[in-house]
Every structure is written in structure tokens, then in C-alpha cells.
T-cell receptor
């Protein structure tokens, strides 16, 4: 079943601006992960944040996790045209070693 | 270079025909997964395997079958029982407590 739900579904921004996406989930998790998908391609793993972490950085990416609200956010700073893609959150609830994906956020960065 | 390879990239199936999608990885990952993606949708889990000679049904297993005879290989067969097989199919593998590595996908179309 779908666990993560991203909000907003589509985002259009100018190059250089920041892009923020949110994800909510319903059950307890071991970790939450964010992926990027370029059109017609496979998903690329961006970042993993564990349930005992609150914030994590990787280059221009910043992810936060609030387990009390069962939500996460992905911030892309100083966006570039190459950041145009769909972004998915996925939750690992543990046990059976499988992820549940949200429906994705489509981000368009205008040069 | 280590990675995960899906083939073919495009596949056309006639009504009533079985087709097999290939997925091979040289990452020495134990777990492998098959997902289906429909336009504007997230990923839905078809089957997964955590170890050789063992696999479990995901959320939408009806009309599909898999095998896991080798650690490196996890082929997916789309049978004639799958009434709406046109979709983008993604294979992935992972180590425990890490992100997934995805293949580049196979786009299946019924003609």
C-alpha cells in the first residue's frame, strides 16, 4: 500500500530559487528515503534519514524528519535546470525489508 | 562498474502472450524488487525477494510471476492473466538499511 504522500504534487520555479516538498506517512518507520526520477528513467537514491535523525544534508539537499507529525520535507537549494525531475519519498517500516512509495512531486526548474 | 541492468528497454506484447523482463545486478545485493509505475502514479510493488530461492508477493502480484534461482538475477514474467499490463516496470536491489539501486526500466506496451 502507498505510505508516503507528497505535497505539493507539481512545482514550477525559477533557476536559483529553492524548492521544498513535503511527505507525510501513516505508520512508524525505520527510515525515510527520497528519490529522483528523470522522465522515462529509473529512480536515483538521493538521501536516507533514520527515524532517530531530525535533519540531514547532502550537497544542495536538506531533509528533515518529524516523527511526531509523521512528516518529512526535502529542500533543494539554489535550484538548477538539471534538477527538473519527479521526486518521491519512500518509507521503510522495517520487518519485511520493503519500501512504500508516494506518488511523487514533479518539479520544473525554469532556466 | 557495479549496477543493475534491465532489458529490454521497450517491449511489445500481443494479447494472450506471456513476456519476460530481465533484471540482473552485480552489486552483490541480497534483496531484489519489481515495481510497476503507471503515468502520474507512484511505484507499486509486484514481487520481492530477500534471498535466493525465496520470494514474496507484493501489493499487485496477480498476473505476474518471478523466480530467483541466482543472486544476480530476478526475472519477471507478465502472464496473459494480467489484463492491463501496459506500464513502466522498474527493478531494484538493496542492502539492508540502505537505499535502493534501480535499473533504467522496461516500458511494456500491449499491441
Amino acid at each position: 500500500s502507498q505510505q508516503g504522500e507528497e505535497d505539493p504534487q507539481a512545482l514550477s520555479i525559477q533557476e536559483g530559487e529553492n524548492a521544498t516538498m513535503n511527505c507525510s506517512y501513516k505508520t512508524s518507520i525505520n527510515n525515510l528515503q527520497w528519490y529522483r526520477q528523470n522522465s522515462g528513467r529509473g529512480l536515483v537514491h538521493l538521501i536516507l534519514i533514520r527515524s532517530n535523525e531530525r535533519e540531514k544534508h547532502s550537497g544542495r539537499l536538506r531533509v528533515t524528519l518529524d516523527t511526531s507529525k509523521k512528516s518529512s520535507s526535502l529542500l533543494i537549494t539554489a535550484s538548477r535546470a538539471a534538477d527538473t525531475a519527479s521526486y518521491f519519498c519512500a518509507t521503510d517500516a522495517g520487518g519485511n525489508n520493503r519500501l512504500a512509495f508516494g506518488k511523487g512531486n514533479q518539479v520544473v526548474v525554469i532556466p | 562498474d557495479g549496477g543493475i541492468t534491465q532489458s529490454p528497454k521497450y517491449l511489445f506484447r500481443k494479447e494472450g502472450q506471456n513476456v519476460t523482463l530481465s533484471c540482473e545486478q552485480n552489486l552483490n545485493h541480497d534483496a531484489m524488487y519489481w515495481y510497476r509505475q503507471d503515468p502520474g502514479q507512484g511505484l507499486r510493488l509486484i514481487y520481492y525477494s530477500q534471498i535466493v530461492n525465496d520470494f514474496q508477493k507484493g501489493d499487485i502480484a496477480e498476473g505476474y510471476s518471478v523466480s530467483r534461482e541466482k543472486k544476480e538475477s530476478f526475472p519477471l514474467t507478465v502472464t496473459s492473466a494480467q489484463k492491463n499490463p501496459t506500464a513502466f516496470y522498474l527493478c531494484a536491489s538493496k542492502k539492508r538499511e540502505s537505499g535502493y539501486t534501480f535499473g533504467s526500466g522496461t516500458r511494456l506496451t500491449v499491441v
